[in-house]
């Protein structure tokens, strides 16, 4: 074995530590590193059959929600194209992305890192500093051909920060043309952002196309009205449309006869844009589809249900190129799972929010952190005296409550707030929340009741905490120490 395949290994095992405590880590570390001198010593590793370097093919949606996806079970919403991947591929239950909103997510899946620890790229409509490196840099440094089309990291400066241009690559009007740029002897790195399923929806679309509300299972964090319902299914018109696109562009790698050379990921970049999913830490905001499809390396019909973060691509990518990843990369690279090799199963996975909108007074940012276990998922709001989703002052109802994308489902929540049967979800989606937030997912899986305060499970709350706490530390949280008010006065670039 290689010494730079050893010292990956170790670079490795640093960090697999961001995900467990220290007694799970001390337990799992003697095995961890028991097989790892057994194939370093022994000589015993398989050879790397991909040492000739995939090509990387990325595909991302905007605000796309696990589980809206046929292969996930839905089977209301028609995705053949990311079905098919998940079939000859691997598909993951417990994907999360490490921010629910746009820039933030984007910024962590091209950087490798948690947002915080990517200063303005933290919040929405802001910019990445050239300081901290991307994974289409790094490979385009190595020899790859570079290119992007769509939606790329954004919104936000792309050329600010020090750069050049958009930190997903230069753009290109389509994969197509992008591939007739590529000599056949050079690996390539696409991302292909799609614009669906983002609002604004022309109302109806889906209704009228074909979907029919009856078939619509409106999850239990929204009212079953039938203004939702048909809401519902205009997003999963849209969530076909990228899917559409996802087919295409699979039929043009095919047509380029290079699919068998091709590491392909397709996932999300947050939620769906409802109330309490997108811009919020519950899992209808932050639980991603992703599948991932590497002939001849990955076995077809994988299910994983491993907690994984979306910070993880960029360093699986790397590794999956024969790069080691920058050090201050805080993902961790799932070619162990992709290769089905023995590994230490990661018992959390962590998320967060800056600023999403400037829809609060001052710009002010309303951080959040969490920590999301098989069982449990605790939040912090770090700043409970502020309304989590945006100010309600003010008479425009697109501006009300802003980290709300505008909406029939908003407008119906809001108009319907002093219904009883509506009032409880007002409360949920759009009003103040403690400090702190557990939720037992035993019992609980869509987070509607917070047991933070019930003295049965302080143990918990107490180890979730220290957990959440130290991971802020040991990756340099501003917030680790204490209030901070630099993502307020972060602008907001909106170009
Ligand atoms: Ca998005």
Known sequence: MKRSDGNRRKYAVCDLFSGFTRREFLACAGVWLATWRNTELMGKSKPNRHASRPNILFVIADDWSWPHAGAYGDTTVKTPAFDSIAREGILFTHAFTAAPTCTASRSAILTGQAPHRLEEGANLWSVLPAKFPVYPEVLEQAGYAVGKTGKGWGPGDEKGGGRTRNPAGPAYPSFSEFLKTVPDNKPFCFWFGSRHPHRAYKQGIGVNSGLRIEDVKVPPFLPDAPEVRSDICDYYWHVQQFDAELETLIETL??????????????????????????????????????????????????????????????????????????????????????????????????????????????????????????????????PNLWPMGDPHTTVLDRIFADIDASPTKTYIFRNRRDPLVAPFFERCFLKRPEEELYDLRKDPWQLENVAAQPNYSAVKKELRNRLDDWMRRTGDPRANGETDFWDKCPYVTG
């Open 254 to 383: 095919e047509k380029s006869g290079r699919q068998n050379d091709t590491l392909v990921i397709v996932t999300s970049d947050n939620g769906m844009p409802f109330p309490y999913a997108k811009c919020n830490l519950y899992d209808a905001g932050t639980r991603m589809p992703l599948a991932i499809r590497w002939p001849g390396v990955v076995q077809p019909g994988v299910r994983c249900d491993e907690l994984v973060s979306l910070t993880d691509i960029a360093p699986t990518i790397l590794e999956a190129a024969g790069i080691r990843p920058p050090a201050q990369m805080t993902g961790v690279s799932l070619m162990d799972i992709l290769t089905g090799a023995p590994r230490i199963e990661r018992s959390a996975v962590f998320t967060e929010r800056e600023r999403h909108t400037i829809g609060r007074t001052g710009m002010r940012s309303y951080p959040m952190r969490a920590i999301r276990t098989r069982d449990f998922l605790y939040i912090r709001n770090l700043r």
